[in-house]
């Protein structure tokens, strides 16, 4: 409970962290206001904000795209001829006063709206969000998936909807890979190091008003952990990092590198989040009403938070303890397949929570049963899945389908079955401006605050053929700008000769049909299906009369040698005299990347191999643009898929073995780029116009705005997770 509060405001209004001052950036009067807007993410979904920074500083932010660094690195003389400019004052104290309207109106938000017609609804005490990594731009790379941007998406609607609400992470010096490939087809992959001062991050200020520390046990040690804050609109994510001066130098590295591969060190990382997460906020004063695990990496928060009850009543059996704290503590499940799940062996678990051990009196082999996954292997290790599954009060999985695949699995495990609270994206962040200007004006669809409901959405159908091509093609261009560029550095690094690097001007072609795919390279996801007949492919993508070409970008895991040599094979094809000019691949897939693609093709594959796609979100990204589907019915598809909004490869009967699998899928995705989908895209009207085809764009936007939405999605894990695990609770805190 927030105690200190005005009495006018709900018991949970969001959740505020006090912080350190930031950089002194030594802005102008009348300018100051930019540097707490550089401080909040919420730039970083404002379509304005990005361009009042260009025009700061246009190289810098190229560079950096990160308004830290540019205000930073801008000097008196510049800041003199800006302030004498009289449109960038106007459009900067614009862009200020709609930053103040989105985190003072609250009252607006669907939370508030939700609570004043209904009170049953209201949260007595914020929700505590954990996972492993969060995906909020491509200038903080703490992600290197879909779970991160899920994450990141979670946190910007949470913000929009004015949710009581606090995530818990941890801030990597070494996050997501760079990847360049080189001209054999190699991936080689590079760590930039994250800079805290030249990243929207605080410190948070502990009670005796200096940076905050929080203390982790370990054994013969204790470790400590900084605490960073990132404000995310309203919502504020909390960062630990133990790369401080008074840890010894073995301890320093723990939170170095996002999902470090040493068991070990991923399993003391996972301490500092579960353990050190919960003592953040503790230290902060927070005392959230429910804790989402999103993912199984924080399953220790449960552990610490049942050594409190311990603590206060030692006559508690820690069984008990750690009963209770399941009661308000919800679990989100990601992965269809047990091998994607985190496990660590006994003897790491016995030594490394040693500490935990002792101060609870738990019986060690007590607490491995409870981590027991589906085995009856008498030294299994410890299943942090499993273990979350059997302790939270519910849990979810990301998709219809994967619902029924994750209940099925885990069917011994969890007692109950697992329910389906479907992806989404959050729509300000992955929708194209021209797009998001015209649904402004034509169907009025604001995004200035929060996704209003299903109401305007259903009006995109009637967003005019002229409009919405129009905005579309503007959209492509912008994305064959980038790719080009991209290309051009590409083949300039492999030595290519001036002529070659001046026709890759021009090498993209704005008429032709436009696939995208852009994912990890993953073996399941297939990203080399497409190309498993290269003759037929070849002879679809060169006719002269209706020109094809795909558009590629993806990393595969450092490790993972097989989704490389998918990359290499790819990349070979690519400069073949078959498929050359036809076929490209961009380097150093992120959330910038996708942004771009998702929003610039003109239909967007999605090839896995079923049931192993948990959900996807790159195809939602996509509809929302007005960007087709040709997909397998798997994850979002199977039940995103309406007949109108695109194509469904196969059926839902599996066919035996991969190989014959892959076969069948090759040669339908086939079969529909030839007879329906390239057909559908060239067919034109009098007016020149594909009107068939802007059909389908319609009907996947109007399909996927509100559906696919995080402003949908975190509507449902309020009311149908959140609010009964807040009944559940009991004396929890
Ligand atoms: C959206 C996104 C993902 C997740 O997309 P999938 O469809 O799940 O593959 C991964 N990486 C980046 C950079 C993204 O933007």
Not at 186 to 211: C, F, I, T, V
Not at 241 to 262: H, Q, W
Not at 613 to 621: C, P, R, Y
Not at 664 to 681: C, K, N
Request: hydrophobic share 40%; net charge negative; glycine share 8%.
């Amino acid at each position: 409970m927030i105690h200190s509060r005005e009495s006018c405001e709900p018991v949970s209004a969001p959740v505020e962290i006090p912080t350190l001052p930031g950089f002194d950036m030594n802005l102008p009067s009348g300018l100051e206001g930019l540097g707490e807007l550089a401080y909040n993410l919420w730039w970083s979904w404002s379509p304005r904000a990005g361009q009042l920074f260009g025009r700061i500083d246009s190289s810098a932010w190229a560079r950096y795209r990160n308004p830290i660094p540019v205000l930073r690195g801008t000097d008196a003389g510049r800041w003199a001829e800006l302030t004498a400019d009289e449109d960038f004052m106007v459009d900067a104290s614009r862009l200020l006063d709609e930053f103040h309207r989105y985190l003072d109106n609250g009252s607006d938000s669907w939370y508030r709206r939700a609570v004043s017609s209904d009170s049953e609804r209201e949260l007595p005490a914020p929700v505590a969000y954990f996972c492993a990594e969060f995906g909020l731009h491509e200038s903080m790379q703490i992600y290197s998936g879909g779970l991160g941007i899920l994450a990141g998406d979670h946190c910007k609607s949470a913000s929009d909807a004015a949710l009581p609400f606090v995530a818990v992470g941890l801030l990597y010096r070494h996050g997501y890979f760079r990847q360049q490939i080189d001209a054999d087809g190699h991936q080689e992959h590079n760590q930039p190091y994250l800079d805290p001062p030249n990243l929207p991050l605080r410190r948070a200020r502990g009670k005796d008003g200096s940076a905050l520390r929080v203390s982790v046990d370990f054994p013969g040690r204790t470790v400590r952990a900084a605490v960073w804050v990132a404000q995310v609109g309203r919502v504020p994510l909390l960062l630990l990092d133990t790369d401080i001066a008074t840890n010894d130098a073995a301890d320093r590295p723990i939170t170095e590198i996002l999902y470090v591969r040493g068991r070990e060190m991923r399993l003391c990382q996972e301490i500092i989040l579960g353990i050190g997460g919960v003592r953040a906020l503790r230290a902060l004063g927070i005392q959230p009403g429910v804790w989402h695990l999103n993912e199984g990496h924080s399953a220790f928060l449960l552990l610490e938070r049942a050594r409190e009850l311990v603590a206060r009543d030692p006559s508690r059996p820690i069984r008990d303890a750690l009963a209770e704290v399941g009661r308000n503590a919800v679990f989100t499940i990601h992965t269809p397949v047990p091998a994607g799940n985190e496990v660590f062996e006994r003897g790491l678990m016995l030594k490394n929570l040693a500490p935990w051990f002792s101060e609870t009196a738990c019986d060690p082999d007590e607490l491995l049963e409870l981590g027991r996954g589906n085995t009856d292997e008498p030294r299994a290790p410890f299943d942090m899945t499993a273990f979350v599954l059997r302790q939270a009060a519910d849990a979810n999985a990301v998709s219809q389908l994967h619902a029924l695949t994750a209940t099925e699995t885990w069917q011994g495990v969890a007692g109950h079955p697992i329910m389906a609270i479907t992806n989404g994206v959050h729509v300000a962040s992955w929708l194209g401006r021209p797009l998001r200007r015209l649904y402004e004006r034509a169907i009025g669809l604001s995004l200035a605050s929060d996704l209003p409901g299903p109401e305007p959405v259903s009006h995109v159908g009637k967003v005019g053929d002229a409009d919405l091509w129009g905005a579309h093609r503007q959209q492509k261009r912008e994305l064959i700008g980038f790719a080009e560029r991209r290309l051009a550095r590409q083949f300039a690094r492999h030595g290519e000769s001036p002529d070659v690097l001046r026709q890759v001007q021009g090498q993209l072609d704005l008429n032709a049909m436009t696939i995208g795919f852009a994912r990890r390279f993953a073996t399941y996801k297939r990203a080399d299906l497409i190309f498993h007949d290269e003759r037929r492919l070849a002879a679809l993508l060169s006719n002269p009369e209706r020109p094809v070409q795909v558009v590629l970008a993806g990393k595969a895991h450092p490790a993972d040698r097989p989704g490389q040599q998918v990359i290499q094979r790819i990349f070979t094809l690519s400069r073949s005299d078959l498929l050359r000019g036809r076929v490209f691949i961009l380097e150093d897939y992120d959330m910038r990347v996708a942004r771009f693609l998702v929003g610039g093709v003109d239909i967007w594959l999605n090839n896995p191999r079923r049931p192993l796609e948990a959900s996807g979100t790159s195809g939602i990204k996509a509809a929302i643009n007005g960007v087709p589907s040709v997909s397998i019915l798997d994850g979002w598809w199977d039940e995103g898929f309406n007949g109108r909004n695109g194509w469904a490869i196969g059926g839902r009967e599996p066919l035996g073995e991969d190989e014959a699998q892959d076969e069948a899928d090759a040669a339908e995705l086939y079969r529909l780029l030839e007879e329906e989908i390239i057909p559908r895209f060239f067919e034109r009207e009098a007016d020149g116009f594909p009107r068939a085809w802007l059909d389908t764009m319609r009907a996947a936007a109007e399909a996927s705005l509100w559906q696919f939405s995080t402003a949908r999605m975190l509507h449902e894990y309020v009311d149908r997770l959140y609010l009964p695990a807040v009944r559940e609770r009991v004396s929890v805190a």
